[in-house]
């Protein structure tokens, strides 16, 4: 049974950092992509960011320079470190990733979301 748990949402003011996590069971996160998605209020859920298995990382326009993901094999997690946050990074993030089923096309897997509040 495959498992995400995002953890390390918070309130934080305008300019701060947080670091986001996601951590894995059932499934390795090296050997498949991962990403962080976001949910704003009212709003379509949003592709953030993103770590390749060979360790090639994309992000949104609207975050590069100031986010970063990457992952820890050993712990099977996958982070996100978001640095001089601003109002409009508020949301609910996510981590996904899917894998390649025995028999054919893909099963996709998200966690519970780790809501993320910046105060201005």
């Known amino acids: 049974q495959v498992q995400l748990v995002e953890s390390g949402g918070g309130l934080v003011q305008a300019g701060g950092s947080l670091r986001l996590s996601c951590a894995a069971s059932?499934?390795?996160?090296?050997?498949?992509?991962v990403g962080w998605y976001r949910q704003a209020p009212g709003k379509q859920r949003e592709l953030v960011a993103t770590i390749y298995s060979g360790g090639r990382t994309n992000y949104a326009d609207s975050v590069k320079g100031r986010f970063t993901i990457s992952r820890d094999n050993a712990k099977n997690t996958v982070y996100l470190q978001m640095n001089s946050l601003k109002p409009e990074d508020i949301g609910v993030y996510y981590c996904?990733?899917?894998?390649?089923?025995?028999?054919?096309?893909?099963?996709?897997?998200w966690g519970q979301g780790t809501k993320v509040t910046v105060s201005s």
């Open positions: 059932g499934i390795i996160f090296s050997f498949n992509a």
């Open positions: 996904n990733t899917r894998a390649p089923r025995p028999l054919g096309g893909w099963s996709e897997y």
